[in-house]
């Protein structure tokens, strides 16, 4: 399917991401254009016919990393981001330990696509640095953050 190491988006992650994805509402985010899941997998521990197995769960130990990447138009807001906690929870929830919560305020909407849906490309580099038009971005890599210190993540350009 593919070489261990040697490509980040494969048909097992995609595959796997999609089954993922169904377990989060990111059409109740106010505002959002748009959002993607992304999970690497271990390809060693789990094969595409596990995938496909009916109630077959994906654990901690078959996952490299797991994220989450949002583009939200306008500035931030609370509501939004009450929204985007909300996600952030659910996404924690799964038990993943390496965890990746990326959402962006504003911005040029056809970057903002670009990144979404590129971002095992782009990722590696900061959003508001491929988009400066971007007004605010929030990182997470923490689990269980309150929501307090959720918020305080935002960085405003």
Do not use: C
């Not at 959402?103 to 400066?132: H, L, T």
Request: overall charge negative; cysteine-free; charged content about 25%.
């Amino acid at each position: 399917m593919s070489n261990p190491g040697k490509y980040m988006d494969t048909y097992l992650n995609a595959y796997a991401a999609k089954l993922i994805s169904n377990k989060f509402n990111y059409n109740s985010i106010t505002n959002v254009q748009f959002a993607k899941t992304y999970i690497n997998l271990r390809s060693r521990e789990v094969s595409l016919e596990d995938l496909q197995k009916d109630n077959f769960v994906i654990t901690n130990d078959m996952v490299i990393n797991f994220s989450s990447i949002i583009s939200i138009l306008g500035d931030v807001s609370e509501e939004a981001l009450v929204e985007l906690y909300d996600v952030y929870t659910e996404q924690v929830a799964l038990g993943y330990k390496r965890n990746v919560f990326v959402a962006s305020f504003g911005g040029d909407p056809v970057k903002s696509e670009k990144y979404v849906n590129s971002y095992a490309i782009y990722g590696i580099r900061n959003w508001e640095v491929y988009d400066e038009s971007v007004k605010a971005v929030i990182v997470v890599t923490d689990n269980g953050l309150s929501y307090e210190e959720f918020r305080h993540r935002v960085i405003y350009r």
